[in-house]
């Protein structure tokens, strides 16, 4: 089960704390900054340090004693993509990288569309696949959960490719949401660069297994990549993991410096670890 009930009572507490910047300028139910736009009142949420008072609703803070913030339904929309990578990469772990990658996407969806947010599922694996055209609202999260269980593991992946596509197709930046493990053979880089310059608000989901940040081997083996079918015999002793936890080590530190360069977000998520607090790390767009 991508959701169960009490998962989704924390996501309803975290939802009103998602923040996009990105904006797509379509019909929506976010404050617009354009001046001289019109807007309606839409509902209240709790307010949250850093709200901008001139929208606290005074007279029911008045009422209840508790400040609460209007939100208004108005002349912006965002679209939160969520690009989850189905390499066979993605099927080691225990549960499954893949499992974990759809569970955080599925929240995140929640999270949009509780928001009256539209949201869209797209698979990374073998090209680009569009699962679903965005949808919005409530209603559509039993099939935002449908598309996102249908996702299977299969081939490699390009996820500088995938993400170009994205950019390249989407009429409306929004926030883009990768979800991966990120080891891929190619850089992606430049495509997140380009997706932050075009209007996107980026965040790097990273799902590991728990063998892939504290390897527990010793002795010979045959490595079989999971994506080429590629074979390599190592010896696994105290220098080859080391040299290997450097590298891993290395490419964290890449994925940090590139959410901060495009001013996004980088979340680390550890396959046999609690969900919600990587989730919440992900509403305060933190750089794990």
């Keep these: 089960m991508l959701l169960d009930a009490s998962f989704a009572r924390e996501l309803e507490a975290l939802r009103r704390r998602l923040h996009v910047r990105a904006r797509s300028g379509g019909g929506g139910d976010r404050m617009s900054r354009r001046r ?6 839409l509902e209240h949420r709790a307010y949250a340090p850093g709200d901008d008072l001139r929208r606290i609703d005074w007279l029911a803070f008045a009422r209840t004693g508790e400040p609460v913030f209007k939100l208004f339904r108005a002349e912006e929309d965002v679209v939160v993509r969520l690009v989850v990578d189905a390499s066979l990469s993605l099927e080691a772990g225990e549960p499954s990288k893949l499992e974990i990658a759809k569970r955080m996407a599925a929240a995140i969806g929640y999270m949009a569309l509780a928001g009256s947010e539209r949201a869209q599922v797209l698979s990374a694996s ?14 559509a999260l039993p099939k935002l959960l449908r598309e996102l269980d249908r996702i299977e593991p299969r081939g490699g992946t390009d ?20 979800v991966s493990d990120f080891m891929d053979s190619g850089p992606f880089d430049a495509a997140i660069t380009r997706a932050s310059a075009a209007g996107h608000d980026v965040t790097l989901v990273q799902v590991l297994s728990r063998d892939e940040v504290e390897p527990r081997y010793d002795g010979d083996y045959a490595l ?19 040299a290997y936890l ?8 890449g994925l940090r410096a590139l959410a901060k360069k495009v001013r996004g977000g980088y979340v680390r998520v550890i396959t046999d670890e609690p969900l919600l607090p990587p989730v919440r790390r992900f509403v305060g767009r933190v750089v794990d």
């Design 36 to 41: 001289g736009s019109s807007a309606e009142f």
């Design 126 to 139: 073998e090209g680009l696949t569009f699962v679903s055209e965005p949808s919005r609202g409530r209603a």
């Design 159 to 178: 996820l500088s490719r995938a993400i170009e596509q994205v950019t390249l197709r989407s009429p409306r930046p929004g926030m883009l949401v990768v």
């Design 224 to 242: 079989v990549d999971a994506e080429s079918g590629a074979a390599v015999e190592v010896t696994m002793d105290a220098s080859a993991i080391e």
């Design 246 to 253: 450097e590298r891993l080590n290395q490419l964290v530190l």
